[in-house]
């Protein structure tokens, strides 16, 4: 067991104690048989206060907002309390399927002497080995979000060039706060991660509306750095790509949680090529069982 490097989970939660509790059993597991865990729990004014008080742990702490801000602005008001050498953002409704992929994530994280560390979920079959990129070059390579696993250096975070602004909740918002400093990552293919609250590839999102408006005004805030760092093709040619993630994703969810009503809005905005596409994909995942690719499917063409 590595014991010399400090790693603290931050998870951001509100209004979930069952899935944060499955969550905090399956750290517990961890701590004591595989890697020495802080944890750090932002409570974004949860109806009742989270009051769980573990001992198991290097250290405890559970913040609380006094309004909700969302969990996004949660996780970078935890990233204060953060007093380890390394964090793990962690989803309260998520966990690591084979723990021991910690293990060996931050022997080589540690061993590779990167900032930090990605893990992929199994469908980015075009990386089949664990390699140290720098975030850019990672970016340029097509890789785009749902990514598994994060886990960051805390210095990356007490950098002036690392802003909190970018807020929207979703992967990419940390990267692109990140990509002025340009840190080396190393990247673990087949980090696999489940969830205790719903099915492969489905989703508990319900307003989609404001979901996608939230999304709008975050690439407002994205586009000049991206452009600034890629050029205006490479960044029309990405934005297109996280479309196409969203619009399928959305397409998935829908026919997974099979509420078949909620299509009839966007069907529209979406084009019939994309949808008929999107079908054969979920026929093809559903009955043979063959991951679709996402989001990095138009960078590699």
Same mark, same amino acid.
């Given at each position: ?136 070059? &990672? ?86 750095? &991206? ?14 790509? &996280? ?59």
């Amino acid at each position: 067991m590595i014991v010399n490097t400090s790693l603290t989970f931050l998870i951001a939660s509100r209004n979930r104690p069952v899935l944060l509790n499955l969550l905090i059993e399956k750290l517990i597991f961890i701590h004591k048989n595989i890697y020495p865990l802080s944890v750090v729990v932002v409570d974004d004014f949860s109806d009742e206060p989270i009051s769980i008080k573990p001992d198991s742990f290097n250290s405890f702490l559970i913040v609380r907002n006094h309004c909700q801000i969302g969990l996004a602005r949660s996780r970078n008001k935890g990233l204060r309390y953060i007093k380890t050498d390394y964090i793990y953002i962690c989803d309260d409704d998520d966990f690591i399927s084979d723990p021991f992929q910690l293990l060996k994530a931050m022997d080589y994280l540690l061993s590779s002497g990167c900032y930090g560390l990605i893990g992929l979920p199994p469908y980015y079959s075009s990386i089949n080995q664990t390699h140290s990129y720098f975030l850019r070059e &990672l970016i340029l390579l097509g890789v785009t979000p749902p990514v598994s696993a994060q886990i960051y250096h805390s210095s990356l975070f007490n950098s002036a060039q690392y802003s909190p602004d970018i807020s929207s909740g979703t992967d990419l918002d940390l990267w692109i706060n990140l990509l002025s400093l340009n840190p080396s990552i190393a990247v673990m293919p087949n980090f696999v991660i489940s969830s205790f609250k719903h099915q492969a590839f489905s989703s508990m999102t319900t307003n989609y509306s404001k979901r996608l408006n939230s999304l709008i005004h975050t690439y407002s805030l994205w586009i000049p750095r &991206l452009i600034n760092e890629f050029g205006h093709l490479f960044t029309a040619t990405y934005l297109r790509a &996280l479309s196409d993630h969203e619009d399928w994703f959305f397409v998935l969810s829908v026919l997974s949680n099979k509420r078949f009503f909620l299509l009839f809005p966007r069907i529209f905005r979406i084009s019939h090529l994309s949808m008929f596409q999107y079908l054969i994909r979920y026929i093809k995942f559903r009955v043979f069982s063959i991951p679709a690719p996402i989001g990095a499917l138009l960078l590699r063409q």
